[in-house]
């Protein structure tokens, strides 16, 4: 099974400041016949289902803001909020979909500083 | 527009059994592949299951494998999960989510359910 480690566990980041976390999965990813990384990020807020943000390691889905981006390959991937909003604060968790079994990081608990 | 709507949770004694469903509409539910995937109070998302598009695969998480069994009924558009042995520590928030067209992995989980809290207390 592939397990996937995020950093930190949580962040706490100014408004208007950058926020970065981290995602590393046990094996890669990424499916050499067609050069894609299998990786989700996902938003969750208290009460209300996860949001697909990205896939693909770094394509935000239709209506994200584009103050989120992901980059990264293979094992390593970041999530990053260029420009941290008060609508922000969440727990954002990584996915693997390579395999079946959709793992996903522990999840990062992002907040105000 | 695609809609996921959970059912069945409730208050269940240690050892004993809940099946979930998950309504679906908005799309072609029998082309899709569908997933369980449940969060336990205070604790991050786990992954628990998925069943492919036509119900001929399925896979589970280790910590559910031999108790829970996925299933679908595509003439009716309705996901299911029938849990037997339930522990505390199966005690979620159980989401349905949309995999995969056709295959069972391969692709993220774009649309969710709100969920259905499944509490295992005696």
């Known amino acids: 099974d592939i397990v996937m480690t995020q950093s930190p566990d949580s962040l706490a980041v100014s408004l208007g400041e950058r926020a970065t976390i981290n995602c590393k999965s046990s094996?890669?990813?990424?499916?050499?016949?067609?050069?894609?990384?299998?990786l989700a990020w996902y938003q969750k807020k208290p009460g209300q289902p996860p949001k697909l943000l990205i896939s693909?390691?770094?394509t935000r889905e239709s209506g994200v803001p584009d103050r989120f981006s992901g980059s990264g390959s293979a094992t390593d991937f970041t999530l990053t909020i260029s420009s941290l909003q008060a609508e922000d604060v969440a727990v954002y968790y990584c996915?693997?979909?390579?395999?079946?079994?959709?793992?996903f990081g522990q999840g990062t608990r992002l907040e105000i500083k | 527009q695609v809609q996921l709507a959970e059912s069945g949770g409730g208050v269940v004694q240690p050892g004993r059994s809940l099946r979930l469903s998950c309504a679906a509409s908005?799309?072609?539910?029998?082309?899709?592949?569908m997933h369980w995937v449940r969060q336990a109070p205070g604790k991050g998302l786990e992954w628990v299951a998925v069943?492919?598009?036509?119900?001929?695969?399925?896979f589970y998480a280790d910590s559910v494998k031999g108790r829970f069994t996925i299933s679908r009924d595509n003439s009716k558009n309705t996901l299911f999960l029938q849990m037997n042995s339930l522990s505390v520590e199966d005690t979620a928030v159980y989401y349905c989510?949309?995999?995969?067209?056709?295959?069972?992995?391969?692709?993220?989980?774009?649309?969710w359910g709100r969920g259905t809290l499944v509490t295992v207390s005696s």
């Open positions: 989510a949309r995999g995969a067209v056709g295959a069972t992995g391969g692709e993220p989980n774009d649309y």
């Open positions: 908005g799309f072609t539910f029998n082309t899709y592949s």
């Open positions: 069943i492919s598009y036509d119900g001929s695969n399925a």
């Open positions: 094996q890669s990813v990424l499916y050499s016949s067609n050069s894609k990384s299998y």
């Open positions: 693909w390691a770094s």
């Open positions: 996915q693997q979909y390579y395999s079946s079994l959709h793992s």
